[in-house]
């Protein structure tokens, strides 16, 4: 079935993710969530690289409570005509480690186990210190993250922590 982004029904894209079986769908110039809560347009990397980035992105920084729409927003700005070239083969190395492994590629890896061991054998190459470190301000400087964590966000403008609970820490 070949289908465009503005033209993918809600329907056909639950058919797509029932039948992957996966946590992604990827179609022609999109990746979705399984659960189809979620969906965004590629335009420089392949499909199948977004969700791997996406699915590293979660093994690199796993927050069971945050969403995957997260960690897509996290990596969106690879998608760009400049990166995408090295994002393409920093993937295409993974996916190799991944066979090396013994899988047919990063995301066929089921167990995070296997995943986390194929991430951590890359640990020191360029590509992954690169999409770790993007990952720091990508991931956590979403405001819309800040409240699955108990994050307020800055308290200056409210006239600082002193009145507003700086000593109300239960758990010490």
């Known amino acids: ?48 690289t977004m969700a791997t980035l996406i699915q590293m992105a979660r093994d690199i920084y796993p927050h069971d409570h945050v969403g995957d729409e997260f960690y897509a927003a996290a990596v969106k700005g ?23 492994a013994g899988h047919a590629s990063y995301l066929a890896a089921g167990w995070e186990r296997d995943r986390v061991d194929i991430l951590r054998g890359m640990e020191n190459s360029p590509f992954f210190q690169m999409v770790r470190g993007g990952l720091v301000t990508g991931l956590y400087n979403q405001k819309a993250v800040w409240p699955l964590f108990g994050y307020e966000g800055e308290s200056f403008s409210k006239g600082g922590y002193i009145d507003r609970g700086f000593d109300d820490i239960s758990w010490l």
């Open 1 to 48: 079935m070949t289908t465009t982004p503005r033209s993918l029904t809600r329907r056909a894209l639950l058919q797509q993710s029932v039948a992957a079986g996966a946590a992604f769908v990827v179609g022609s110039g999109y990746v979705a969530g399984s659960s189809a809560a979620w969906a965004m347009e590629v335009q420089h990397l392949q499909p199948e």
């Open 78 to 100: 690879y998608d760009s005509a400049d990166a995408a070239p090295g994002i393409e083969a920093g993937v295409a190395a993974l996916n190799a480690a991944a066979v090396g």
